[in-house]
Antibody, heavy 122, light 107 residues
């Protein structure tokens, strides 16, 4: 059974840092590009960052570029998101999600975690 | 490329046939996916390549379209189908772009 379990969310003040983790199991983790997608309260889905299966390529939304860093440890099958200089507008549930390898469903978010809430407030 | 869903809100009854539309700001061939999200839960992939059902998705869901206009149809609404639906284009990424969502609730 595929499982993605996020952790590390919480209530923080603007300007501070937080690190999210996502523990993966049940699939060949190193073959899957992985992403973080967030959802502000009552709002839609907002892509944050993606990392390739090897970890050699990373991508960021303009809104988080320079502040967030995605990384992965394929030996531990974990995905991380280091979030610095947090802003009130970063408040959201953060989901980790996996992209299937291969062409057929390329680019889709096939596997999802349950999400972890990050609240940025003074 | 931007995606616009319509309607944003939809009320329907069990057994109804419903259609949600997703329009792209430029042609994206058939590079489109649909997701279902229930309150407090993660999204679930329903359809990719505009019309291919993900494993385990009931056959009452179907997708169609190509180019700039796409539809998600539920042939006979079931109580489990009341949720918010999002489209996502797969044409060129990143960034990964979603539509704004369509909330389907019970009439």
């Amino acid at each position: 059974e595929v499982q993605l379990v996020e952790s590390g969310g919480g209530l923080v003040q603007p300007g501070t840092s937080l690190k999210l983790s996502c523990a993966a199991s049940g699939f060949d983790f190193s073959r899957f590009a992985m992403s973080w997608v967030r959802q502000a309260p009552g709002k839609g889905l907002d892509w944050v960052s993606t990392i390739s299966g090897s970890g050699g390529n990373t991508f960021y939304a303009d809104s988080v570029k320079g502040r967030f860093t995605v990384s992965r440890d394929n030996s531990q099958t974990t995905l991380s998101l280091q979030m610095n200089s947090l802003r009130v507008e970063d408040t959201a549930v953060y989901f980790c999600a996996g992209h299937p390898p291969g062409v057929a469903a390329a680019g889709t978010f096939m596997y999802w975690g349950q999400g972890t809430l990050v609240a940025v407030s003074s | 490329i931007q995606l616009t869903q319509s309607p944003s809100f939809l009320s329907a009854s069990v057994g109804d046939r419903v259609t949600i539309t997703c329009r792209a700001s430029q042609g994206i061939n058939n590079y489109l996916a649909w997701y279902q999200q229930k309150p407090g839960k993660a999204p679930r992939l329903l359809i990719y390549a505009a019309s291919t059902l993900q494993n385990g998705v009931p056959s009452r869901f179907s997708g169609s379209g190509s180019g700039i206009e796409f539809t998600l149809t539920i042939s006979s609404l079931q109580p489990d189908d009341f949720a918010t639906y999002y489209c996502q284009h797969l044409y060129n990424y990143p960034p990964y772009i979603f539509g704004q969502g369509t909330k389907l609730d019970i009439k």
